[in-house]
């Protein structure tokens, strides 16, 4: 088998200014912080009323490296086990779902 690595670099202004919401609720936000990460974040996903939430996190290949249910307007601390890379956060409530790109850099 062939292994390739790749080093990312994006520019921090970059990383948060480019979420994409999918579905039809525009009141779902995602905040990461650190970002890019050694791989422990810190997801909080903000909502104008408290609901269940499920995060799944996915590589460029839409792999499942990370996935944990929690509620809205929490706070989560994810260590994520995965190489260097670009990943989709995700956040799917009852209402709808929105993501945003996180970058890991060891």
Do not use: M, W
Not at 13 to 35: D, H, Y
Not at 42 to 71: P, W
Request: overall charge positive; some cysteine; aromatic content about 4%.
């Amino acid at each position: 088998a062939v292994r390739l690595a790749y080093r990312v670099s994006v520019p921090e202004a970059c990383i948060n200014s480019v979420p994409f919401a999918t579905g039809t609720n525009k009141q779902l936000a995602i905040s990461l912080s650190p970002n890019p990460s050694t791989g422990a974040v810190s997801i909080r996903v903000a909502s104008s009323e408290l609901q269940a939430v499920k995060i799944t996190v996915t590589d460029v290949f839409g792999r499942i490296v990370a996935e944990r249910n929690t509620h809205t307007n929490t706070n989560l601390l994810l260590q994520i086990q995965a190489g260097e890379g670009v990943y989709t956060v995700k956040a799917t409530t009852a209402s709808g779902s929105a993501a945003v790109r996180l970058v890991i850099a060891k």
